[in-house]
């Protein structure tokens, strides 16, 4: 009988562990997804830009209509795509925020600023997804009445047929691109991320661009390379 208090309280004590380890996977695993991002590298230098805000160095590198995200490099043709990166000295910390930031693309005198992530949504491409194969279409098709003395349009010039991305593949890279941008609010330093832009022309036609930065860390203007 004296045993009985004895294995209650083990009883509850393992109860108060097992509570314990149940809450702590859930606040590890909002860390973890964050960590998942672009880490940043390991010095300014080790960007193709560099530029000062106050005390914190921004550093970036222009990607063009490319998405490149730790799991794979996504496309979109109505955003372009910067790399940034912040630096600070240590045990320096910052409020984020992709507002912060505008490019100015061939020195148009308005800059562009930068959009939420899930803009960018809509127009993701996963390049290495194939669509299924078309089934084989009629070489000519008639549009006119009667017999042979119809008009006839050839298949090159009918439009070309809308591709619909798998459900499944359009969350995967929503996840993807959500992991990779630019976190917000109050941020211990160095912080690397993505932020976008909307532009649809040709990246080749980039002659010059200009990232911008003002913040709470002061104003920046940084000459990327096309």
Known sequence: MRALPQFRIAALI???????????????ASQVNESKGIPPRAAPADYLTQGQAGTVTIAAEFKGHSV???????????????EVALFGPPEARLKLSFEDFAIRINGKKTPTPSAAYVSVFGSLRDP?????AKTEAKSKTSIGGGGGGGREQSEGNMPPPVIHIPIELQRAMQQKVRKAALLEGDRALPQARLIFFQYRGKAQGIHSIELIYA???????????P
């Open 14 to 28: 393992g109860a108060l562990c097992l509570c314990a380890q149940g809450q702590d996977p859930q606040s590890k």
């Open 68 to 82: 490149p995200t730790p799991e794979a490099t996504l496309t979109t043709e109505e955003y372009v795509v910067v």
């Open 128 to 132: 290495e997804w194939e669509p299924p």
């Open 215 to 225: 913040g709470p860390a002061g104003n920046a203007t940084l000459a990327l390379q």
